[in-house]
């Protein structure tokens, strides 16, 4: 007996049902797995049309600094972002220039680009200037400007007592350590001294003196010293002179007549005469110094010498030591610094500023380093890998000539000594929310 119409219609209902849920979740996990997959097609794609493109291979001078296997280099493309269009195979920094093969696979021939040879050395300047650019200082001096305006006179009023205190209790500490330390070097300060005066003053200060200085004295110092000098000698009494200096020699019992004589005179005769010159010797004095200062090998003489005498190695190194005993190394003040920045006052001090400062501290470190939420920021992760994984140290920037060079031209890499970023960070993709 065949079942009944409504039966077989209800199954068929039911199975077409299951059918288009099937699909439906099918299609709906094809949909899922293509949107995850999606970044992992986009690199597929990169990769193959990295490799499909045309390869080439030249030489390129290098007049200054290494390129290592590997080194990339990188040119603008049309929408403006960095992309890498070669990188080093082999390097000869034996020969003269040094060079190195490069592997290009550009979208335009090499001959089409020039190249510009950027390193990183991995100096505290260069990171500095990675983190902290331009624009970047600009923002954080002016929060700083604006939090110093806020803030500045509430810190101020709470910290100057106990800087006062700790300043009025060091300078004595301080002035001891350096009597100590002075003393103790006694006899390198000799030393440095007789060949200062051995190698400088002797051999081209003295010179220079003679040669320069003295004829610019003379010129403006001559005419009054010898107008002085005759007002003076026309004053002097030879008889009044003569004769005391016989009673001091003679066997009378008085024997400082002379002496006498020489103080009268000075006192009512000689110092009149030059107080009445004063005008004189000032405008005398004033051009001197200013045709000594006109002078350019005065000038320059003693602008090297300044220069040579600051440079010492051995003077710097005695300069340091000292500082080093009396204050670097110097328990006393250490301890005064120490018994001022722990009292009650101080600490309160402290937590003040800490209140007012610690968003501004945090706000400029979230910017500099980045935060736990969107990572580390691009410059710190540049630092890290320069400094620490010691990577993008080295690469060129192709840049497009104006016209293409000659077949028989060679590529010469120009060097740049302005600091460079390098052009390409990688971070890992975050999934689409």
């Known amino acids: 007996m065949s079942p009944p119409l409504s039966r077989i219609t209800s199954r068929w209902k039911s199975t077409t049902i299951l059918g288009v849920l099937f699909w439906s979740g099918c299609l709906v996990a094809i949909a899922i797995a293509a949107r995850t997959h999606r970044a992992e097609a986009s690199r597929v794609t990169e990769l193959a049309t990295h490799f499909m493109q ?8 290098l007049p200054d600094g290494p390129l290592r296997r590997g080194d990339a280099i990188f040119a603008l493309d049309a929408s403006g972002q960095w992309t890498q269009v070669g990188h080093a195979i082999s390097s000869d920094e034996s020969s003269s220039p040094p060079s190195a093969e490069i592997l290009w696979y550009g979208s335009q021939p090499a001959s089409h680009y020039g ?6 050395r991995g100096t505290l300047a260069e990171a500095v200037e990675i983190l902290l650019p331009a ?21 101020t009023a709470a910290f100057k007592p106990i800087i006062e205190q700790t300043l009025r209790e060091s300078v004595p500490v301080i002035q ?7 003393t103790a070097h006694q006899a390198e300060f000799d030393a440095i001294g007789k060949r200062f005066e051995a190698e400088l003053i002797n051999q081209r200060v003295v010179p220079l003196v003679r040669s320069q200085v003295l004829p610019i004295v003379r010129t403006h110092g001559e005419p009054v010293a010898t107008a002085i000098g005759q007002e003076i000698w026309d004053r002097a009494s030879l008889f009044r002179f003569g004769w005391r200096i016989m009673y001091d020699k003679s066997p009378l019992p008085q024997r400082d007549l002379s002496q006498q004589e020489w103080e009268r005179f000075m006192e009512t005769e000689a110092i009149p005469v030059f107080e009445s010159h004063v005008d004189q010797i000032v405008g005398a004095v004033k051009a001197m110094l200013r045709d000594v200062v006109k002078n350019e090998a005065v000038r320059d003489e003693f602008t090297q010498v300044l220069q040579e005498v600051a440079s010492d190695d051995q003077l710097q ?48 470190g979230d910017e500099i380093f980045g935060t736990r939420e969107t990572g580390i920021s691009p410059g710190f992760a540049r630092v890290l890998r320069t400094q620490i994984l010691n990577k993008d140290r080295r690469w ?38």
């Not at 045309?54 to 001078?61: E, L, Y």
């Not at 670097?328 to 009292?343: M, P, S």
């Open 317 to 364: 190194a005695l300069a340091g030591s000292i500082v080093r005993d009396a204050i670097i190394d110097n328990q006393e003040l250490r301890q005064v610094w120490l018994k001022n920045w722990q009292t009650a006052e101080a600490q309160q001090a402290m937590q003040l500023a800490n209140a007012r400062l610690e968003p501004l501290v945090r706000e400029i």
């Open 115 to 120: 190249f510009t040879y950027c390193r990183n």
């Open 176 to 182: 001891q350590a350096l009597v100590r330390a002075v």
């Open 135 to 155: 624009e970047r200082r600009t923002v954080i001096l002016n929060r700083i400007a604006a939090a110093q305006r806020l803030h500045g006179p509430e810190l």
């Open 396 to 433: 060129m920037e192709a840049t497009m000539l104006p016209q293409p060079r000659r077949e028989d031209q060679p590529a010469i890499a120009a060097i740049d000594e302005l600091p460079h970023t390098y052009p390409l960070l990688f971070f890992a993709d975050h999934p689409s929310e």
């Open 54 to 61: 045309s390869r080439d291979r030249f030489r390129i001078q």
